[in-house]
C-alpha cells in the first residue's frame, strides 16, 4: 500500500503563485509514476501535471505549472505562478505503480482558491 499526503493549498490573489507537495509513504519503490489532478466546484477532476519516464502537462497550465520529484523522500511538487481565477479546485496527488493504467493510489486533497 501507498499513502499520500498534499499540503500546500490556501488561497491567493491572482498573478500569485503557491507550492503544492506530496508525500508518499508505504511501498513507494513500487511507484513509476507520480500525477496532480484538479477538481472544481461542480466539475469533473481533470489532469493537471505528472512525472513518470516524462514530464506531460495539460494545456490550461503549461508555462505556469511546474512539476517535480524528489525522489529520496518520495515527495511530488506543483510549482503553480501567474495563477488565475479558473485555477481554483481541489487538488489531488496520485500514484501509479509500474506496469499499470490506472492511478490506484490518491492523497486526501488540498484545495487551492484564486481570488480575483
Known amino acids: 500500500q501507498v499513502q499520500l499526503v498534499e499540503s500546500g493549498g490556501g488561497l491567493v490573489q491572482a498573478g500569485g503563485s503557491l507550492r503544492l507537495s506530496c508525500a508518499a509513504s508505504?511501498?513507494?519503490?513500487?511507484?513509476?509514476?507520480m500525477a496532480w489532478f484538479r477538481q472544481a466546484p461542480g466539475k469533473a477532476r481533470e489532469f493537471v501535471a505528472l512525472s513518470g519516464p516524462s514530464i506531460t502537462y495539460a494545456d490550461s497550465v503549461k508555462g505556469r505549472f511546474t512539476i517535480s520529484r524528489d525522489n529520496t523522500k518520495s515527495t511530488v511538487f506543483l510549482q503553480m505562478n501567474s495563477l488565475k481565477p479558473e485555477d481554483t479546485a481541489v487538488y489531488f496527488c496520485a500514484a501509479r505503480q509500474r506496469g499499470s493504467v490506472e492511478y490506484a493510489y490518491w492523497g486526501q486533497g488540498t484545495q487551492v482558491t484564486v481570488s480575483a
Open positions: 508505504g511501498r513507494t519503490v513500487s511507484i513509476a509514476t
